[in-house]
Each structure stands twice: as structure tokens, then as C-alpha cells.
């Protein structure tokens, strides 16, 4: 029998070197960039951003990271500010209540929204409750005269103090309130503006404007040197305007206004007007800002029918090139009726409507049902998309006018010579 052949014992691999663990710090920016979009939310990116330095660098470094991040996360609603009742001599925050987010709730409990840097004189505890028979012009408390950016801008008549407060940074700075004139009267109105610098978060403009019915007058004061700047009067009509809004550099008012607003450059402190768009009846305006900040104005019905829209006009170029006001988009209020519970048999169901603000793309707006068969103490917070026209609930509110306080991005997520010099 012949002896079989053995086969050659097949020959041993050789084993491939091994690769050095991945780690965290191992990977490149454009993997973390795509690991952090697709984080829940701007609380959840900064709490991950400062967890290393590689992480905040990733984040500080990339412009285009950061608004691809914002164009797919907006700005969350932290909660809203209301106005001092009789006996309170603070603005007293209400925080929007949702479901459990622990990075959410990381921002509210390091922040000082309970303002207790503000300054209260023991005088001004014991004139908390006004005297009806004094004159209730020099109200001892601190009032919101604008919320913007992180940043609140406070008035204190009594103490003839103005203060600009940020929550979030627990950072405030007090100055003088602008300077009286011998001309200043009654019928005088007066609002602020602020205008954080883009480049040192510790600066900042602040804008007063006074208005008359036939003229205007803007000062400013710079966080750099304390001191109020004084303006030419300007002669420019309009009805007592006030509540003016702040988009991409200008102030916009149109209440009080009838076919005109009345527009401030802040850049050039000079003072314009812009016609406003067609208007149905019984309505007034809102001007506000568009994802890319660009003016929009919300035609809002004074009392709301399910079946009356909510006009939308964005102010952009024609097919010729020409700036002019365009329809957007018309929303009808039966979905907004709905969440009110505004449903009556006779089909007369009425929605009191409320525009607060028109932040980044979003109208944050309370409403309640006006009959009186529905009628419930507090209004419903909702924020309308006007991208998608996608309507929200965010809440209760106590009352229809408030200060919706929205999480801004973090300066110290931004990358300048501050920042670096500071890291």
C-alpha cells in the first residue's frame, strides 16, 4: 500500500500590528462637530463643550459649525419675565416648565434669575406700596425696559439709576439715567435699547430714544466710559410711537404709528421711516426678525376669529432688485382656537391674541378665549415657526405681557482674542 503524502503544514500569518487605541482626544474637529450637531440642544452642546479643552477648541474654532448648529437647534425659552406688580420691587422670573432635561436644568440653577445683585435701598422696602395719593411716576422698584441677547435692561426712577443685568453670567453694571432736559414734559415717551459688542462680551452700547409727535432724540450711552451721549433732535411725525423693536442694527416702531414706522439707525443715529405694509382692519403691528435677521412684520388681529389669519410680510428684493414688503404667509387661528379651548356652539369663538416678540424666526405670542363662558386666569405661551408655521405650547403665563428670556449663544463659545487670552 503506498504511503500517502503529508500535505505542508499551511504557514502561520502574521498577526498585523496592533493600532493604538482610539480615544476621545484622538479625534479631529470634523468628527466632533459631527458628534456635537447632533446634541439635543444649546444647553447640552455647552456642557459638553466644557468638558475638555479639545472639545471647547472644536467648538470655539469653527464659525460654520456654529451656525450649522443653530439653523438646526433653535434657542430654547429658559422662561419669561413679567412686570412688577404694586408690591414687588423686582421683576419676578417664571421659569418654562417641560419635560426633564438635566442639562436644562443645569442652566436655570446656575443662573441668577432671581436678580439679586440689584440694588434695593431700605428706603425704597418701605415704599414698596405707593401712597394712592402720591404720584405713582416715581415707583421705588426696578422695571424691564429691554430684554435682549442674554442681557436685561433695568430702570429704577426712584433711585434715577439704569442697570444692564445678564442672568447667566451673574455680570451687572450700573449707571446714571440719561440726563433730564429743560424741554422733557408729560407727554414725553422714552424706551432702551441695548447692543452688546460682537467681539468683547463685556461691552456694550446702550440706546435711550425720546420721542415727541413731531420729533426724536437718541443718546447713547458705551459700557467703556459710563457716560450718556447726546443727539440732535430729529423732526419726523408720527403718533406717540413706543415699543420699539430691535432688528439687524435699526429700532423699528409701529404702534402708534397708522401707515409709517419710525426707524432708528443705530450705526448712523439717524432717524427714517419705512412704510408698512397693507393692513386689515382692527389689527396692529409687530416687527421682529427672520432666521437670518433679516425684517419681517406680523399683521396681528386686536381680537381673534378662528377663521382670521395672522399675516406674515417679509421686507426683501423683488425680481428687479428692489427692496419692498412680500406676503409670506397667512396662518390661519382655528389651530390656535384649539388650544386655547376656545369653542362656543353659535361658531363666535373668540381668541384674545398677544404678540410678545419675533425673535431668530420665531413669534412668541400669548393668547386666551375671550368668552366669557372659557375664561381662565392665565394665557397660553406659544411660540409659531415661521419657517414651517409649526405652533408650539411652552406653557402658562399669568399675563399677556411679558419678557421671554431665550438662552443666547455663549460668548465663551465664540473664538476671539478675549476668549483665548482667558482660556
Keep these: 500500500m503506498a504511503s500517502q503524502q503529508q500535505s505542508p503544514a499551511p504557514k502561520k500569518k502574521k498577526k498585523a500590528p496592533s493600532l493604538p487605541p482610539t480615544t476621545i482626544s484622538g479625534l479631529d474637529q470634523d468628527i466632533l462637530h459631527e458628534i456635537f450637531v447632533r446634541l439635543p440642544s444649546l444647553p447640552s452642546l455647552v456642557r459638553a463643550a466644557f468638558t475638555c479643552r479639545t472639545f471647547l477648541d472644536a467648538v470655539r474654532s469653527s464659525p460654520a459649525f456654529r451656525r450649522r448648529f443653530r439653523a438646526l437647534h433653535c434657542s430654547p425659552v429658559l422662561g419669561h419675565f413679567i412686570h412688577n406688580e404694586q408690591d414687588t420691587l423686582i421683576p419676578n422670573f417664571l421659569p418654562l416648565r417641560r419635560r426633564s432635561d438635566p442639562d436644562l436644568g443645569a442652566v436655570l440653577r446656575g443662573a441668577d434669575f432671581f436678580l439679586t445683585r440689584l440694588p434695593v435701598s431700605q428706603e425704597d422696602e418701605k415704599d414698596a406700596v405707593p401712597d394712592p395719593e402720591e404720584d405713582d411716576d416715581a415707583f421705588p422698584g ?11 435692561v433695568l430702570g429704577n426712577w426712584s433711585a434715577e439709576q439704569m442697570a444692564v443685568y445678564n442672568p447667566l453670567t451673574r455680570t451687572m453694571d450700573l449707571f446714571p439715567l440719561p440726563p433730564r432736559e429743560d424741554s422733557d414734559h408729560d407727554g414725553l415717551y422714552v424706551d432702551f435699547h441695548i447692543l452688546p459688542s460682537e467681539e468683547d462680551h463685556r461691552s456694550f452700547r446702550l440706546v435711550c430714544v425720546r420721542h415727541r409727535q413731531t420729533g426724536a432724540r437718541a443718546l447713547v450711552l458705551s459700557s467703556d466710559t459710563s457716560k450718556w451721549q447726546n443727539f440732535p433732535w430729529a423732526d419726523i411725525d408720527g403718533f ?8 439687524n442694527g435699526c429700532i423699528y416702531w409701529t404702534i402708534g404709528m397708522p401707515n409709517d414706522a419710525r426707524v432708528l439707525n443705530t450705526a448712523t443715529m439717524q432717524f427714517s421711516r419705512i412704510h408698512l405694509p397693507p393692513r386689515r382692519v382692527n389689527t396692529t403691528w409687530k416687527a421682529g426678525e427672520t432666521k437670518d435677521g433679516r425684517l419681517c412684520m406680523a399683521c396681528v388681529p386686536l381680537e381673534v376669529q378662528a ?11 423683488d425680481g428687479d432688485g428692489v427692496d419692498r414688503w412680500m406676503l409670506d404667509k397667512s396662518l390661519p387661528m382655528q389651530e390656535l382656537a384649539e388650544i386655547v379651548q376656545c369653542h362656543i356652539d353659535d361658531g363666535n369663538a373668540r381668541v384674545q391674541l398677544n404678540v410678545v416678540a419675533i425673535i431668530d424666526g420665531f413669534i412668541y405670542l400669548s393668547a386666551h378665549c375671550g368668552t366669557w363662558q372659557h375664561h381662565h386666569p392665565t394665557f397660553w405661551f406659544l411660540s409659531l415657526c415661521l419657517e414651517t408655521g409649526v405652533l ?10 411679558s419678557h421671554p428670556y431665550i438662552m443666547p449663544w455663549p460668548r465663551s463659545l465664540v473664538h476671539n482674542k478675549l476668549s483665548s487670552l482667558s482660556s
Excluded: E, Y
Excluded at 406717540?240 to 432688528?247: A, E, F, K, L, S
Excluded at 408650539?392 to 405681557?401: D, P, T
Design 142 to 152: 426696578w422695571s424691564i425696559h429691554d430684554c435682549r441677547d442674554g442681557f436685561l
Design 307 to 317: 377663521q382670521r389669519p395672522l399675516d406674515v410680510w417679509f421686507w426683501r428684493a
Design 240 to 247: 406717540w410711537p413706543q415699543n420699539g423693536t430691535m432688528v
Design 392 to 401: 408650539n405650547k411652552l406653557g402658562r403665563v399669568l399675563r399677556a405681557a
